[in-house]
Every structure is written in C-alpha cells, then in structure tokens.
C-alpha cells in the first residue's frame, strides 16, 4: 500500500511539471507578446512625433497589458501673422506630415487652447489634433496666396452643411486642378465643420506689392490735357462738339477744374466687405487691416460718406450700386482678389433684361446712322398722309393768291385798288401766322407722336447701349474715355454694338466709378440714373417724360449703361455666383477645425 501511494504522488508531480508548467507558460506568452509590442509601437510612435516636431509638446502612456497607447497633444488656436511681417509670404521651415497636420506648412500665431488624447494601437493610428481658426481668416489667407475659389464646391458645402461629402474642393491651387482647401471627415470635430488644407510651393502666388483679398485698385482719368479737352467755357470746344451732335455740357465743373492739373492722378484702392465699401486708399498708402475713420478723409483717403451704408441691414442705392459695380470690376479681372461683396440678385436681373428702347437711343442721337426699322408703317404713313395734306394746303392757298392778285388787276380805280391790296396783305399776314402756328402744333404733335412710338419700340440689350453710349464719350471727348481706343460701329438700327471690348468697358467703369468717388454730386446724378434704369426694367418701361430728360443728361446716361453693361457681363459668369455661396458659408460658420 505504501508502494502504491508514492507512485501515485510522483505520477501527479510529473503531470503538473511536463504539462502545468508549460500550459502556464503558454497562458504568458500573449501578455509577454503584448508589452513587447506595446514597447516597440511606442518607440515607433515616438520616433514618428519627433519627426513631426511634436514629440517636446506631446505626452505619451502606455498600458503594457492591454497594449493601449495614450498620446497627449496640444490644441491649438490659429491666427494669421500680419501682412507686413516678412514672415507672412513665407512657408514653415517644419511642418508635420501626420494626417492633420497640413496647417503646420505655413506660419501661424498659436495659443495652446487645450489638449487632446487620442487612444492607439498603431502606428498609423497617430494623428495631429485639427486647429480652430477663424473661417473667414484661413479664406483670406489662402486667397491671398493665390488659391482660387471652386464654385460647385462651395455650393455643395452651403447646401448640404455637415453633410458635406468628405473630399469635397472647396479652394483650387493657382493651377485649378489640384485641391488647396477640402472638407474632412468629421471625427472629432464635435458638429464643427472640418477641413484639409494642402500646399506646395511652387502654388505660391503671394506678393508683399499686392493689394490683399477683398481689396481693389481702379485707376482714375488722366490729368494731362484736360484742360484744352474738358473746359466747359471753351466756346469754339461747344461749338464743335455740337456739330457733331453732342448737345450737353458737362455738368460737374469741379471734377473737370481738377482735370486741368499736369499731375497724374494716383490709383484707388478700396476695401469692400459683404456689407459693402468699408475704406479707400489712394495708391500713395499701403492698405492694411487698421481701417481709417470712416466718416473723415485725409490726403491718402477721399471722403467716401456718400458710398457707405448706415447699417449692414440697410444699405442705400448708392453703397449698393457702387458695390455691385465694384465686384463685376473683380469678377472680370484676370486675377480676381475680392470675393467678399455678393451680387444683389434684383441688380442682375434687371442687367440682364432687354430695357431701353431702340427707338429712344435713334432719337437721342447715339445710332450712328438714322433708323426708321423701329418706327411701325402705320407711323411712316400717318407722317406722308399729314405731308400731303400740307402740301395740298399750300397749293391751295398759293391758287387763291393768284386769283386775288388777278382780281386787283382788274381794279381800274387806283383807291379802290389799293383798298384791296392791303386787304391781300392783311389776310396774307394772317394766313402765314396760322400757317406758323399749325406747323409748330404739327411739329409737337409729330415729335410727341414719334416719342411715344420710340419709347414702346424693341429693347435691345444692355452692351448694345454701352457701346453706342461709350462711343458717344469718345465724340465728346469726355474724360472717362480720354487716351483710350474707341472703335468699331454699331450695325444698322443697334442690333448689336461691336467695337468696344470687355477690356474698354472695365477701363470705362473704373474711370467712372473714380469719378463717383471724388464727387458726390456725380455720384447721386448716376446712381438716380441706375435707380431709373431698374425702375424701367421693373415696371414697364420708360415714359416721354424719362426720354425728355435723357436728352439734357446724355452723358449720365451714358455712365449709368456702362456700369450696367459690366454687370451683365459679371452676372453671366460663374464666378460671379460663387461670391453669394462663399459668404452665406462664412456666417454659418465662425470657426472651423483646420488639419
């Protein structure tokens, strides 16, 4: 019996050494596999933050048994540098290749705002906390370095919100085809709309000489010569502007005195927001982003009281008006830089619909030939009816002078002869006098008649006029086209205006548009024109009464179809719309998380 007991124990001993043990072991090893792992993946984590420069900034902890890394990072707040910091134009020496770090390729003012630890297992895992910035700054700020807005995206991005599909392009490099702004997964962006951000250098299209977004430069008339061209009290200059049809004298004396000055005049530069002029510059000044006193002017700024709105929510006419005309001003240029000021839609429409009659443009003149295609046969007969009925009139009367005369003739006693004879003259005098008097309310009747037709003949688009009324400038000489090629023609009847480009048209504008600046009187007299011309598009059509005016202010006329003309320009355009998406996505959100 006692045999058979130690067998038994040295039998359990065996089996817990040759199979406890290693089945013990076997339950070590996945634990000893996790924190050699975990040791390996953290030093490779490391490793990867000292690459992207955050490895003195970031806190990392692990859990040997679970295999679970904690990574600790900063949260940062952007801010872009000044414009005249010389670092501004510049990229960042480091920048962080982890997925979030795109912002870390430029130079930014930073403010740690709190922290964020994200939970790993590998390597590829590890990321950089996306930074808050202001929304409407990093748009500036790209658009500063050349990127280009993309309207289908900022469309889909105004449309769908948060919901915006991941990828989204929201700015184009300099290029067009590579994306420079995108819309990112949210994943922990906590309902704040996340972007991606990406550049190279050879995209860079900053220049410290160049006005920053939202900022553009017109040029203004020259100077030179203006005396001898622009004098209003230059009689034999009337006269010979009358020959050739130009019936007006200019009506702002100030702005052509100062004309008359040999020096150049500098160029504008203008500030302009969602809400409309904010500043102005003439060129002499560099503009950043301390504003001067809106309500004083200085030698570097004109008064611009006149253009500002009293409140965002309630602009005049003219803040709307010259706003408008300024952003067609940028949607035309070849490197547009304002992308603040959305088109009014009420303006556009009224740019784009058929106005002014082609009858009133024959009657004021600015047909280069005479036109009957816009008068009805009705009308043209009505007038050969009334000339016949004239000419049977004068025959008439010229056979009763005969007879009358034949009759004196025939008078033997030289009393009673010359009794008759002043009879004759008497009833003479007074048959010319009613003949006078008809002719004149026959003329009025024809002139009231034509009008009337004129005024309810076929529209014709807004270029068509600006071309006819621009060339009317040039037989003025006026100032806005002074030094500039005006050519081309106008086909019979003003179907269409050829001759003035969209290059002569933006130089016409800007000329104008300087003008409005510096005189206010001008100012009102375009912008009541503008205001006309909406009126007419709105309700109806112009009246006999607007016809008769336009012929004493042919040369606002003229201004007011050029500024329209360029709107109608701008509203056919793409980028004219994505104005209007990108500023509605600017006040729906404030901040945005950048990676």
């Not at 409140?311 to 709307?320: F, K």
């Not at 443009?361 to 050969?384: F, I, K, Q, V, Y």
Request: proline fraction near 6%; charge should be neutral.
């Amino acid at each position: 019996m006692a045999t058979s007991s130690s067998s038994s124990a040295d039998a359990a001993a065996d089996i817990i050494s040759y199979i406890g043990i290693p089945l013990a072991v076997l339950g070590v090893l996945p634990m000893l596999y996790t924190c050699i792992k975990c040791l390996l993946t953290l030093r490779k984590i490391r490793s990867t933050l000292a690459h992207a420069h955050l490895l003195s900034t970031a806190t990392t902890r692990s859990s040997l048994l679970s295999g679970i890394i904690e990574i600790e990072l900063p949260r940062v707040r952007l801010t872009p540098l000044d414009r005249a910091d010389p670092a501004y134009g510049s990229l960042a020496p480091r920048w962080s290749r982890l997925r979030g770090g795109g912002w870390t390729r430029f130079r930014w003012q930073q403010m740690t705002v709190g922290l964020k630890t994200y939970r790993v297992q590998y390597t590829d895992e590890v990321r950089q906390p996306p930074a808050e910035i202001a929304f409407e700054a990093l748009v500036a700020f790209l658009l500063d370095r050349g990127a280009v807005p993309y309207p289908a995206g900022w469309a889909l991005l105004r449309g769908s919100g948060l919901w915006t599909p991941a990828g989204t392009k929201l700015l184009s490099s300099p290029r067009g085809a590579e994306a420079v702004l995108s819309v990112a997964a949210s994943d922990d962006a906590d309902g704040v709309l996340s972007l991606a951000v990406e550049w190279e250098p050879e995209w860079q299209r900053h220049r410290g000489s160049g006005l920053p977004p939202y900022w553009i430069a017109i040029e203004g008339p020259p100077r030179g010569g203006g005396e001898d061209t622009m004098s209003v009290g230059d009689e034999s200059r009337e006269q010979s502007v009358n020959e050739k049809g130009v019936n007006e004298k200019h009506p702002f004396t100030e702005t052509i005195a100062k004309a008359s000055s040999s020096s150049p005049r500098p160029a504008l530069h203008l500030h302009v927001t969602s809400s409309g002029l904010q500043s102005a510059l003439y060129a002499t000044s560099s503009p950043s982003s301390v504003s001067l006193p809106k309500a004083h002017s200085t030698p570097e700024s004109p008064p611009i009281t006149h253009l500002l709105a009293p409140h965002p929510s309630h602009p005049t006419s003219t803040s709307t008006w010259f706003a408008t005309a300024l952003t067609a001003l940028h949607t035309l240029s070849p490197h547009p830089t304002l992308w603040s000021y959305p088109f009014p839609p009420a303006l556009t429409t009224i740019a784009v619909r058929r106005t002014i009659p082609i009858g009133v443009l024959d009657l004021l003149g600015l047909l280069p030939t005479p036109s009957n295609a816009w008068r009805p046969t009705s009308h043209t007969m009505s007038a050969e009816m009334a000339e016949a009925v004239r000419q049977q009139r004068e025959q008439e009367q010229l056979m009763a002078r005969v007879t009358a005369l034949r009759a004196e003739d025939a008078i033997k006693d030289p009393i009673a002869r010359q009794h008759a004879v002043g009879e004759r003259m008497i009833r003479d005098v007074r048959e010319m006098e009613a003949r006078r008097r008809r002719d004149e309310l026959e003329k009025v009747r024809r002139a009231e008649e034509e009008e009337s037709v004129a005024v309810r003949s076929e529209r014709v688009e807004a270029d068509v006029v600006a071309g006819l009324g621009v060339r009317w400038l040039g037989r003025a000489e006026d100032v806005c086209v002074e030094g500039l090629e005006v050519t081309g023609h106008a086909e019979k009847g003003g179907k269409q205006g050829e001759g003035v480009t969209k290059e002569l048209l933006e130089q016409v504008v800007g000329r104008v548009l300087y003008l409005v600046v510096e005189d206010v009187e001008m100012a009102t007299e375009v912008v009541k024109m503008l205001e006309l011309w909406k009126e007419w598009g709105e309700v109806g059509g112009m009246t006999t009464q607007h016809l008769r005016m336009l012929k004493e202010k042919l040369r606002i006329f003229a201004y007011a179809a050029t500024i329209v003309a360029l709107v109608r320009e701008a509203a056919t355009l793409s980028a004219g719309s994505v104005v209007s998406d990108l500023q509605e996505c600017l006040r729906a959100w404030n901040k945005v998380r950048l990676g």
